[in-house]
């Protein structure tokens, strides 16, 4: 089992950029494939970007372009670098862990982007 914790988040002007990072624990981070998704009240929860434990990544069409996923097995922890945040990227990010069918998720952290 792996626990995850988000951070980073925040108030950001369109256009700016944020980096969201997750420190996991609790299990050896360098076999699972890791995740950022997204969430706006009344809508599902969609995907942001993974990585697999290989280091493949796979992004949503929305961010292809803006976001960057990364991770550093050394120090158990994943990024997200947004850049040219848009007004549509506001939501809750949630960072995910996953391995033999298992999910973990972390508890979140907001990214409002308004002027």
């Known amino acids: 089992q792996v626990q995850l914790v988000e951070s980073g988040g925040g108030l950001v002007q369109p256009g700016g950029s944020l980096r969201l990072s997750c420190a996991a624990s609790?299990?050896?981070?360098?076999?699972?494939?890791m995740g950022w998704y997204r969430q706006v009240p009344g809508k599902q929860r969609e995907l942001v970007a993974l990585i697999t434990s290989g280091g493949s990544t796979n992004y949503a069409d929305s961010v292809k372009g803006r976001f960057t996923i990364s991770r550093d097995n050394a120090k158990n922890t994943v990024l997200l670098q947004m850049n040219s945040l848009k007004p549509e990227d506001t939501a809750v990010y949630y960072c995910m862990a996953s391995l033999g069918g298992m999910n973990y998720w972390g508890k979140g952290t907001l990214v409002t982007v308004s002027s």
């Open positions: 609790g299990s050896i981070f360098s076999i699972y494939a």
